[in-house]
């Protein structure tokens, strides 16, 4: 493991220097100035219900990204639901953060599925979750590819446009790793979304500052806490939808329930609605349901070891 916390601080160097060279972007603040591409097919976004935890599959015609995994044990529900599309192949995983309920799952994904690029904030954790993941990686001949403070990625697949921000300091204070997220956005015809990992006030206000403007499909950041910056966040990217991950028994809060009553957003909570699907054909985004592959099967082996 100490030959590997080397080798992945020198990963981090080297992707430092290719991103602020142009691997995306420069490093200095963002706009949200992005080419939108003719509209050639559907757009699918599916919140798996995991309980008070992330784990999000993006799917083009041809491409898959994920976005976090849940807990430990979380992640056979991504290899189960792209097992039943005929899918063994994910294009892009994110991890937004290295908390367990987000970095957990994704050992068993990148150890049951062809993962070809994995993207991390630039922070390390000695959380076991996160070491088991790191551990798989270097197990796999897995790269992680760090993104540095300040930094952002922009890349098409098929039609969706997507960039890629990372957090804006190297450094929130002691047990605020949440800040650390990265943040996704995506625009697909006429339709944009923003994936906001567990961005807790800190980072909703650097989010702001990004400009992105307002968006139709919001994943609620931090499974629905109510923060001091909720409602001028809420007024910068004015969600028609928004999915909240949490619980029954660590529910969203009730004032950011309230809020998002009051604002008419198309809210889903995913201990109350289940795993949920959204697609998107480029003008309209509507609730519905992932093809599955005739003759395929829907199970995963749930005892191989992660």
Known sequence: MNNFRKKLAAVCASAAMLLAAGCGQSSTAPTNSVEVKPTTGSF??????????????????????VIDAGNKGDGKYIDKML???????????????????????ATRVINRLNVKTVYVPDY?????????????????????????????KTWTDDDVTYQMFAAQQTSYGKNEENDYSIVLYAVHGENTYLFSGDAEAARQAEIMDLKLGKVKFLKYPYHGNYLPTTEAF???????????????????DPSTVETLQKRGVETYYTCDSGTVTFVSDGKTIQKGELPSKKGSSDSADDTEEE
């Open 44 to 65: 699918t976004v599916t919140a798996i219900n995991v309980g008070k935890a992330d784990a999000l599959v993006l799917q083009t015609e041809n491409t898959v990204t």
């Open 83 to 105: 097992a039943a599309q005929g899918i063994d192949t994910v294009d892009t995983l994110i991890i937004t953060h290295f908390d367990k309920d987000h970095v957990g799952g």
């Open 124 to 152: 390390t954790s000695e959380l076991a979750e996160y070491q088991d993941f790191v551990a798989k990686a270097e197990e796999k001949g897995l790269t992680l590819t760090v993104l540095p403070a300040k930094t952002q």
């Open 234 to 252: 809420l007024d910068a990217c004015d969600p028609k939808i928004a999915v909240v991950c949490c619980s029954k028994a660590e529910y969203a």
